[in-house]
């Protein structure tokens, strides 16, 4: 038997009297319907309880990292529940702002910040800005001597600790583009620049290890490289960042956000460090609450080889299978708990041989054109990270709970493609 592990789809799953997947009461098939395909589906509830989740584990100041998935509706929820928003660019701090988040609540990221981005954010009054480099520095104190706004600062430290995740997906070792290092001095000279700057207020120290890390004691790692530097700078606050991974296909397993708080929040007690411990998660936010639906345009035999199954997504909607070699589940919407006896290779409709959604993809038998075909795990880094590749449009968003559906981003047009196009 090969039926899709239940447990990879969004908490409010069920079957329907025929069979088919319901998720927050919806028919998925009826969705597909109604707003067209490729098509994100989000279980609202989940995503709410994965927030309070996540501010019960870290207490006040755990901040939502909007670069797994962002829009207004999003950047409401999680305000909504209690989390901050954690932004990595100009683009993302416009959003959660336009969605009534109070800018006291956002936190901006980013390695390499414009003079425009920090002035948005500085006008604005955001709680914190991570400050990443020396040359970040330099312009924060540029743009003070033109308008005396005084930032308060987070210390982005790389602690030298390689998680075992993707190597694209890695950022605590020492080789990183991100923050001061800690080995070499880095960090200490930070500390010493920021706290005799005139343009920053410095009120702690953040990290981070990585992304898609399965095992919590890589974070006890990080807590034991910082912890020196920490208490000696005496800093009221600590972020450890994010990055604590999800299961997306069958067979893996990953901390709940409880666990990782619970092994964060030990590790700092075992340290000694009295700073405000707080987190970004965003992933585990996000992921599990999304799947994807897509329809089959094209079943093709090769004999002797394989069957491809094209669907009208791919690169546009996840890219994440091309960047990383990332796994996914797939499964017949119509079908959920059908035993998946066929393999074959789910591929794009773009112009490119490795628009490869899911290389062995399990299906059930009789998969025929028009048929729905769904990947579950998607809702972190999919949508976020999607393009117009070959000029086509992105897809919808639509939230859902208590048997309603929300679209709450539409999908583009032609116009859109066409809007910013001057020629």
Known sequence: MSVLPWGLLPDS???????????????????????????FVYDEAQLRARCAEA??????????????????????????????????????LAVALSAGVPADRVVLHGNNKSDDELVAARAAGVGRIVVDSFDELDRLERLHAADGIVPKVLLRITPGVEAHTHEFVMTGQDDSKFGFGLKVGDAARAVERAQASGGVELVGIHAHIGSQVFVAGFFEQAVEALAPFVNETGL???????????????????????????????????????????AEPGRSIAAAAGITLYRVGTVKEVPGI?????????????????????????FAPARVAADRTDVVRLVGKH?????????DAKLPPGIAVGDLVATPVTGAYGRSMGSNYNLLARPAVVFVADGKARLVIRRETEADLLATDVG
């Not at 088919?20 to 969705?31: N, R």
């Not at 394989?306 to 797939?330: C, H, K, M, Q």
């Not at 112009?351 to 290389?359: R, Y």
Request: proline share 4%.
């Open 55 to 92: 501010v019960a584990a870290f207490g006040d100041g755990v901040a939502y990292a909007t670069k797994a998935f962002l829009c207004r509706a999003m950047a409401k929820l999680a305000h909504e529940e209690g989390m901050h928003l954690d932004v990595a660019s100009g683009g993302e």
């Open 13 to 39: 799953a069920e079957v329907g009297a025929d069979g088919q997947l319901l998720v927050g009461g919806c028919d998925v098939g009826e969705l597909a319907d109604e707003f067209g395909t490729p098509l």
């Open 351 to 359: 112009c490119e041989s490795g628009d490869v959604i899911v290389p």
């Open 236 to 278: 009221p606050e600590l972020s450890i960042g994010g990055g604590i991974g999800v299961a997306y296909i069958e067979g893996e397993e990953a901390p709940s956000i409880t666990e990782w708080g619970a092994v964060v929040r030990a590790a700092c007690e075992q340290a000694g460090i009295t700073a405000r411990v707080s």
């Open 306 to 330: 394989r069957t491809f199954v094209a669907v009208d997504g791919g690169f546009i909607d996840n890219p994440r299978p091309a960047l990383y070699g990332s796994g996914y589940e797939t």
